[in-house]
């Protein structure tokens, strides 16, 4: 960031200061019919002075989720709701059509304990379960990372293999492509299964899709939220298995269905 960037980014925080200066002297002036409220200063994504993250148009960013500085993320990959991704010290790498999953932690270093370059790099088409942590690691690409299983600095998962969930990996191992490790430390448990190989590539895609409607649900506005309760309720009035229960048949309404909201609208 250069020296004009820089005085930009301080004229822009002391705004923000005055704003809530002003806040507060008039709640002091409201006296006792007054409250304090706390801005919320959560940013979705967030620079690190010339460091900025860059996500494709078509991956979705939960909008409680973190994503810090030098992060890439490709396309249709999706980051769910209270993950950081924070590459402060390093950098982060996401392929496209892979899912880390709620309140998840990437993060990376600066050096390890071998004096390493030690960024974390993740690729195409992976599975990270819910509250994983990865720290300064490579995932390569169809690997699964199960629910709550940590991956420590120089570990490299190897295409199409799989940690288990609640599996710790300690420094510098490398999981090979095709097997299962499980266990804190974590060990060899056995080959990966045909079944189980087709199953991380339908999480991948399954999630790839998800995150197109939770992109399409977040992006609508209160009017069209509005409008859907006011659809829900009209179709509820119109049950077949209600109906059917009385012996009814009744001509239903073409206009009364949602949309395929989320195919058209597209992520964001």
């Not at 005055?18 to 994504?45: C, I, M, P, W």
């Not at 004096?115 to 994983?132: Q, R």
């Not at 859907?228 to 298995?241: H, T």
Request: charged share 20%; glycine share 10%.
């Amino acid at each position: 960031m250069g020296t004009l960037g820089r005085i930009l980014y301080t004229v822009g925080f002391w705004v923000r200061e005055t704003g809530q200066a002003v806040d507060r002297l008039g709640s002091r002036l409201q006296g006792t019919y007054a409250f304090k409220e706390q801005l919320n200063r959560h940013r979705t994504v967030m620079n690190i002075f010339d460091k900025k993250p860059e996500i494709s148009d078509n991956a979705f960013v939960a909008p409680s989720a973190a994503v810090i500085g030098d992060v890439q993320i490709g396309e249709k990959s999706s980051i769910w709701y209270g993950c950081v991704l924070r590459g402060d010290v390093n950098y982060i790498r996401v392929g496209s059509e892979t899912n880390i999953q709620d309140n998840t932690l990437v993060h990376v270093a600066k050096t390890n304990v071998s004096g390493n370059i030690a960024p974390t790099i993740i690729g195409d088409k992976v599975t990270v379960g819910h509250s994983a942590v990865l720290h300064a690691c490579t995932v390569e690409d169809e690997a699964f990372v199960g629910m709550g299983a940590v991956l420590l600095d120089g570990v490299v998962v190897e295409k199409g293999a799989m940690v288990a969930a609640g599996a710790l990996v300690t420094q510098n191992t490398r999981v090979p492509a095709g097997q299962v490790w499980a266990g804190n430390p974590a060990k060899f448990l056995r080959n990966l299964s045909a079944e189980e190989r087709a199953f991380i590539g339908k999480s991948a895609d399954n999630y790839a899709q998800l995150g197109v409607t939770h992109a399409a649900e977040n992006a609508k506005s209160f009017s069209m939220i509005e409008a859907d309760i006011e659809l829900r309720k009209q179709i509820a009035q119109q049950s077949d298995d209600y109906d059917s229960h009385l012996g009814i048949v009744r001509e239903k309404d073409p206009d009364l269905a949602f949309p395929d909201k989320a195919a058209s609208k597209g992520p964001h």
